[in-house]
């Protein structure tokens, strides 16, 4: 048994929390637990249930360069994530049976828990993808990404029909291609707007409209991924949908191109800052059910190119908490809010059913944070294998503790502890699949 005592949850209660630390859950909340076994004082600590980060690209198989399960997991346990879900986009892609053993395998080196997305393309393997524990299908690409696993929009209607069948959520990037400018895509390859301008808001409404008729029509459970302007999550919702916003879409616009150049090159691209201020709006109102990173981690090298040929995509696992944590700091957002975007509605959407809040019986995923202890984000700090940040010199609120069912793995340094051996930063990789 370990008790985190007089913890504060998101809704203000001060509480001590039991966990049963051999079976990985929460054996008790409450104000006067008696204390057995060890402890650690969360005086004035906030006790978060682990982010569910419902969109990682962890690179592995394929492009280990770029990110590895052990990497990628390091980062997530740093910014206070304790299940990922990734995508199908690796090399080979996740369309069949062996390319899923294949991922599973090395999945098993991760710091935190995980769901594996099976994906869709003209030659995948429905049938032994749902021979396998698969989360959920997607992302599924309705137009190019990183990947170029764009699909036609038969193989979507066939692909939901079937996930409909298999009772799976269908996550869907969703633009249409066939609205792309073609004017701006004349432009130089140092006008890094360009991007913006080619990839165009009208483009993503439209694919988000038609995707939600598609899923209506099979009666399916449809999840738009990386929503990036309000008129996306505004159909979305319409149509019966679940979203995501990354935080790159809440926090940057095309005004920090100036800044970033290609490295604020990524699908869908940066908005106006209009539409990201609306966009804002959504998530503190909870319109928008969730936040998820789209981690999409390329190296410097790569990122190094013309806005025309430079891959697709930031990282962002480990900084999504924390740059949350910062706006609930500053009055912007509830502590509540951020608990329901990063956990306990990712919880419901995937069908997560014993995680996503502290309560008595569920999973011991939890993180510990300082919430007055705000630090700058730096590239160099974080744990990911990509070391560049598009969030440089912003301010975050990092977790103290990261714990995946009952297991310490990540402690800051400036975690204090009773009781509990604190030797080296990260624990133990003891990821496990969340569907199995
Ligand atoms: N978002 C991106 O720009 N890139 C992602 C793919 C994707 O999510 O579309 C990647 O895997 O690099
Ligand atoms: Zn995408
Ligand atoms: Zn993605």
Known sequence: MLTIRNATLADGRQVDVRIDTSAGRIAG????LTESGDSIDATGKLLLPGMIDAHVHFRQPGFDHKETWETGSRSAAAGGVTTVVDQPNTDPPTVDGDAFDRKADLAADS???YGINGGVTPDWNPDELFDRPVLALGEVFLADSTGEMGIEEDLFREAVERATDEYRVVTVHAEDADLFSAEARERDGDDYDAWSAYRTAEAEAAAVERAVEIGAEADAQVHIAHTSTPEGVDA?????????????????????????????????????EDRREALFERVADGTVDMVATDH???????????????????PGVETALPLLLEEARKDNLTYERVRDLTAANPADVFGLTRRGTVEQGLMADLVLVDPDESREIRGDDLHSKCDWTPFEGMAGVFPELTMVRGNVVYRSESAEFESIDADGEFGEAVGRNVRK
């Open 29 to 32: 909340v409450g104000s006067t």
């Open 296 to 314: 999409a981690p390329h190296t410097r090298e790569e990122k190094d190119a013309s806005i025309w040929d430079a891959p697709s995509g930031v």
């Open 111 to 113: 710091y935190v828990d």
């Open 236 to 272: 979305a919702t319409a149509g019966g949908a679940t979203c995501e916003v990354t935080p790159h879409h809440l926090f940057l616009s095309r005004g920090d191109y100036d800044e970033l150049g290609t490295f604020g090159r990524m699908n869908p691209p940066l908005r106006s």
